[in-house]
């Protein structure tokens, strides 16, 4: 064969990609067709969120590019015009619309929650896009109409919005319509169940092999989940919207510029004597954290020392001097060097909170520049409902397989979320910092709960771990829901104190 045949031979080999229309085609198709995200999802074996993502200008590849491409194709020939009829002929009456029919989908007005929608007396910045909006939605202002919100624009592709080879996307974020109930409504933690019981009879019962096949595909369905349990709320996931340099890793192996407030703290001096120490475990500490601020659309930039707290995201901020360290940790955690530093909503929140005059245990942060935007604390909150309700079934029912799929998927969500290669269906490293430092915020208010009723506070460690000396009982209740604490370790420590007889006895000889 010569070397013209063997070229020719490996491009007869090779199958053309299949042509997709633009983004907004694609969704404008699927709507028209009147189908969900879901329909598509599960006819083609992806999650919803993957079809919002080739709906925002993603491409898939291989046999599912070729699926899409058909599918498509198909709803543009479905949905073609008729073809002219001659001038004599009467068009034909339109078919009644029986219980069997289904209507047109309905405007953007049509799908909102009107009930929430109010006119305000001035424009004010969108949530989500940040242009001036009409109207507010459930308190927030907002763009009612799709076409007018520039969220829905595709982002120019500049170098200070491109990051390791990572272009932002263009973004979908306009309130949910409201829908009726349906059977997924009344259990929503009906997959994980069904999931469970697939795994389990897959691998013949073997719950060892059931649980790793279910942690690993913990992601996904994480992602499902979170689709089925948004259905209906005011707002929609913006999935992949522009990320200020700051929340940019550094390099390929460092971080960005975020700071967590992570503790890592031992109280430097214990009372004299021999001191009992119980290690309190913090159970579901990332899954409590999902109960908070998290910004709706594209963070903006503002400078100056003021909070609003109708708002989220992170901080510049010159942290205030921290004078009880003997007893408490640092909110802030453990940082070595001086000087200002980027930290995150709950953070600022906290501080905010000891400096008031409740406390009154620091100044003030000064807060230098911020980006944010408008925010709600439920916005993950039917998600982390379901998960804690699923959680708490399989520990009543000593079912470890469900625990452990129930783990990864709320674990690994969070820790996903940013520049991950894992979960390339939501592109949020705010959410993640956010959701992060909420854990240790919940840690730290419960050093201090600890304090307040009397413990001695000896270590506090991540996310999870509390060390006192005390009667801890009456402060925390005992046992393996997410709002109860569990034992972790008990040990002793420092010195038996002498016996004063002994010590006053002297030597006669």
């Not at 802030?332 to 905010?352: A, S």
């Not at 996310?463 to 008990?490: A, C, M, N, Q, Y």
């Amino acid at each position: 064969m010569s070397d013209f045949d063997a070229i020719d031979s490996l491009l007869a080999s090779l199958t053309p990609q299949s042509a997709l229309p633009e983004a907004r085609v694609r969704r404008g198709l699927r709507e028209r067709a009147g189908l969900s995200k879901a329909q598509l999802a599960r006819t083609l074996g992806v999650s919803p969120s993957t079809v919002t993502g080739w709906e925002t200008g993603r491409d898939p590849s291989g046999e599912l590019r070729t699926k899409y491409a058909y599918l498509l194709d198909g709803l543009a020939a479905k949905l073609a015009p008729p073809a002219p009829q001659p001038a004599d002929e009467a068009p034909a009456p339109p078919p009644a619309l029986d219980e069997n029919t289904t209507s047109p989908a309905p405007g953007p007005a049509a799908d909102d929650d009107m009930d929430d929608v109010e006119a305000l007396a001035a424009p004010e910045p969108c949530v989500l896009c940040g242009q001036p909006a009409r109207h507010q939605v459930a308190g927030f202002p907002q763009h009612l109409d799709p076409a007018q919100c520039a969220s829905t624009a595709p982002v120019p592709d500049t170098p200070a919005k491109r990051s390791e080879g990572r272009t932002a996307k263009p973004v979908k974020a306009v309130p949910a319509g409201r829908r009726a109930p349906t059977a997924s409504d009344a259990d929503p933690s009906g997959p994980t169940a069904a999931a469970v019981a697939e795994a389990l009879e897959a691998h013949e019962g073997d719950v060892e092999a059931a649980t790793a096949a279910l942690v690993k595909r913990a992601i996904p369905d994480a992602m499902a989940l979170l689709d089925e349990t948004r259905r209906g709320g005011r707002y929609a996931v913006v999935a992949h919207p522009w990320i200020p340099d700051i929340l940019r890793k550094q390099s390929a192996r460092g971080a960005d510029q975020i700071w967590e407030a992570r503790p890592k703290w031992s109280r430097p001096e214990l009372p004299a004597g021999r001191h009992e120490v119980t290690a309190l475990d913090i159970n579901g500490a990332y899954l409590s954290a999902l109960k908070t601020h998290l910004p709706l659309g594209q963070l903006e930039h503002t400078t100056g020392n003021m909070h609003d707290r109708r708002r989220a995201g992170v901080h510049l901020i010159n942290p205030p001097a921290w004078e009880h360290g003997a007893y408490l940790p640092n909110p802030i955690g453990n940082r070595d060097e001086p000087g200002p530093l980027w930290v995150t909503e709950p953070t600022l929140r906290l501080l905010l909170r000891l400096s008031g005059p409740k406390y009154g245990l620091c100044e003030p942060p000064e807060i230098h520049e911020s980006f944010t935007s408008g925010a709600t604390e439920s916005l993950l909150e039917k998600f982390r409902i379901t998960l804690k309700d699923a959680r708490d079934t399989a520990i009543a029912a000593d079912d470890e397989v469900t625990l452990e799929y129930v783990k990864a998927m709320y674990s690994k969500f969070v820790s996903t979320m940013g520049e991950s290669n894992y979960n390339r269906e939501l592109y949020r490293p705010d959410w993640m910092h956010l959701i992060r430092s909420q854990a240790f915020a919940n840690l730290w208010a419960k050093a201090l709960k600890a304090h307040d009723a009397g413990l001695t506070v000896v270590r506090v460690m991540g996310t999870d771990e509390l060390h006192v000396v005390g009667d801890w009982r009456r402060v925390f209740p005992e046992g393996r829901g997410v709002s109860e604490v569990k034992v972790k370790d008990v040990y002793a420590v420092g010195a038996e104190p002498a016996d004063p007889a002994a010590a006053g006895q002297t030597d006669e000889n």
